[in-house]
């Protein structure tokens, strides 16, 4: 009953979560089998001015069935519009031709064709911008992740993604809107590939960055990364590698200089722990590195392959088992599977994956220190007191950070404790087995997440659906 309950959610949903069975192709030269987006991306950034020159290139197969007229992109660094962050000059299709008409509204950008790209077939669009990275700010620039700081420079999110087709209205492109509680990308993972060069840098310049990379002149790096959601950067003149392990996944921590060399070979050992155990739980990492990058900025963040940990968890460590070195450290860990390997419109329903990675801190606390849970719970959660509204609130329903952790990420928590109370740990850890298995590469919604219950578990979750959420019943939409 559980599988014919999911294969009717796929078709009900389908244009939901905008995927779509393969269109006929027509008479066109395309590969059906490679992934749906492609980026290729040729950068130079002057180390000196801070300015990031790129062309993008985009090969966008329609596996949809009626011809499209434009691409629409979803352009995070128009959310630094108080720094200018991007200077856009021209979109071209193919080499040369003009693609007049693109409009940036907010976030969204979208791109007019001259051709439209029939079923099946797919089409090359090329964009040329300009990056102007700003120094980390608190008031006008606080990503420090798309922002530069006396000891690194960190290039994240930083180009437009193709948006979701299909994902709201049939027929129609979806993008959030800008807002700054959360995060507010949804996006398919895609095949990339990028050239970097940097002019007058230094000589001792450490660059770092997920998948296959290699410096192919002096100051010159070709990166390949396929199934990214995103491509993450880092520079620094005082980066120091160390590594671990786990499998065969390569586990790299790229810390500064200036740490102190305990808290950068605990986060390691956390890391390096984490990922062999969500592995277990939730299945296979899907690339042979992941790095970890400390960020001279508040907190952290997870990219595809990549994450950062800040530097004030790892000057503040003190040694104790339970400190947000570690629990930061294992919550980005754990985004590589929600967020990197299965999406979700981080805009409007962010609990699919601030909650379970929150979560799959409770699950390392058991497995590697099981005398320290109830001090998890107490540093975590109860601390800083948990909401009270709906789990699956909006980023939207939110003017500051702390009610929306609250209530997405702790209250969250307790959601899905309570649930795994109800169902016992065989049904509750195959319910999370079973949603990573059926939406890797995907992008999930409230409707895939519940459906990947059996029809046993979902049933005897209502009450809790009922005391937890804005919308208890999401198979019924």
């Known amino acids: 009953m559980k599988y014919l309950t999911l294969l009717l959610l796929a078709v009900v949903f389908m244009g939901t979560v905008g995927v779509s069975s393969p269109a006929v192709a027509q ?34 197969r329609n596996e949809f069935d009626e011809p499209l007229t434009e691409l629409v992109f979803h352009s995070e660094p128009h959310r630094l519009s108080r720094v200018n962050t991007m200077t856009f000059y021209n979109a071209y299709e193919g080499e040369d031709t003009v693609l007049p008409g693109v409009t940036i ?45 006396p000891s690194q ?43 970097i060069r940097v002019e007058n840098a230094p000589e001792n310049v450490v660059f770092v960055a997920p998948g296959a990379v290699e410096e192919i002149e002096p100051h010159v790096w070709d990166i390949t990364f396929n199934g990214g959601r995103d491509l993450g950067m880092s520079f620094s003149t005082i980066y120091v590698k ?33 990922l062999a155990l969500y592995e277990e739980i939730y299945g296979e990492y899907p690339w ?50 929600f967020y990197a390997l299965i999406a979700n419109d981080q805009s409007l329903y962010p609990y699919l994956d601030e909650a379970l990675a929150t979560y799959s801190e409770l699950l390392y606390y058991e497995h590697y220190y099981p005398t320290m849970v109830e001090d998890w719970w107490q540093f975590r959660i ?3 007191g948990v909401g009270t509204d709906p789990v699956d609130s909006t980023v939207h329903d939110y003017t500051n950070w702390r009610p929306y952790i609250n209530t997405v990420y702790f209250r969250g928590v307790e959601m899905l404790h309570e649930i795994r109370q109800v169902l016992g740990d065989e049904l509750f850890m195959r319910w999370l087995s079973d949603y990573v298995e059926a939406n890797r590469d995907g992008v999930a919604t409230p409707q895939t997440f519940w459906g990947a219950m059996s029809g046993f578990s979902y049933a005897s979750t209502a009450d809790l659906r009922l005391q937890y959420l804005n919308n208890p019943d999401p198979l019924a939409e």
Request: charged share 20%; glycine share 6%; aromatic share 12%.
């Open 27 to 60: 008479d066109c030269d395309t590969e059906i089998s490679e992934r749906r987006t492609r980026y290729d991306f040729d950068v130079t950034f002057n180390w000196s001015r801070r300015l990031v020159q790129v062309e993008q290139t985009v090969n966008y």
């Open 105 to 149: 509204e907010e976030m969204r950008m979208t791109v007019p064709l001259i051709t439209p790209i029939e079923p099946g077939c797919d089409a090359q669009v090329r964009l040329v911008y300009d990056i102007n990275m700003s120094e980390l700010d608190e008031e006008r620039n606080p990503l420090g992740w798309l922002a530069y700081t």
């Open 153 to 195: 420079i960190n290039i994240a999110h930083w180009f437009p993604v193709i948006a979701l087709y299909n994902h709201e209205t049939p027929g129609q492109w979806y993008t959030t809107e800008r807002h700054f509680i959360g995060e507010q990308a949804v996006t398919e993972p895609a095949d990339m590939h990028a050239v």
């Open 242 to 274: 160390s590594e671990q392990q786990v499998g065969d996944v390569t586990v790299e921590m790229y810390a500064l200089a200036t740490t102190y060399r305990g808290s950068v070979e605990r986060a390691l050992e956390d890391a390096a722990q984490a």
């Open 288 to 337: 042979d590195r992941f790095v970890i990058a400390e960020g001279a900025f508040p907190d952290g963040l997870e990219l595809s392959g990549m994450v950062f940990v800040s530097t004030d968890w790892f000057i503040g460590w003190n040694g104790n088992n339970v400190h947000w070195l570690t629990v930061i450290t294992v919550h980005e860990v754990a985004h590589q599977w």
């Open 382 to 384: 109860r601390a800083y």
